[in-house]
């Protein structure tokens, strides 16, 4: 599977950017589709992570309340909508794809996407 993450940029705090996953080919059913992300000097972080079979999500706590993740089946796309950004959300994000398991951390990730800079300045 090879994926290709859109939709970074620039954005006030407070503001809401939408980021997009195309995959190259259709995932299978047991895939997890996830968002992690990576501040300088930061180890890579999960943020979001989708089901591509049933749907069920997780969320980093830092996270909850703000962002959407979805996936959209006909188009082989998965979505991370991001709202009420805050200083500390500025990172590259990285769309990644682990086989059979719930990625958590990146050792468990099989696929990585290019990533995309979301910076929120405050």
């Known amino acids: 599977v090879q994926l290709q993450a859109s939709g970074g940029g620039l954005v006030q705090a407070g503001g809401s950017l939408r980021l997009s996953c195309v995959a190259s080919?259709?995932?299978?059913?047991?895939?997890?589709m996830a968002w992690f992300r990576q501040s300088p000097g930061k180890e890579r972080e999960f943020v979001s992570i989708?089901?591509?079979?049933?749907?069920?999500?997780w969320y980093t706590d830092s996270v909850k309340g703000r962002f959407t993740i979805s996936r959209d089946g006909a188009k082989n796309m998965v979505t991370l909508q991001m709202n009420t950004l805050k200083a500390e959300d500025t990172a590259v994000y990285y769309c990644?794809?682990?086989?059979?398991?719930?990625?958590?951390?990146?050792?468990?990730?099989?696929?990585w996407g290019q990533g995309t800079q979301v910076t929120v300045s405050s």
């Open positions: 989708i089901d591509w079979g049933g749907g069920n999500t």
């Open positions: 080919g259709r995932p299978s059913t047991s895939y997890y």
């Open positions: 990644a794809a682990a086989r059979t398991q719930v990625p958590r951390s990146s050792a468990q990730v099989d696929f």
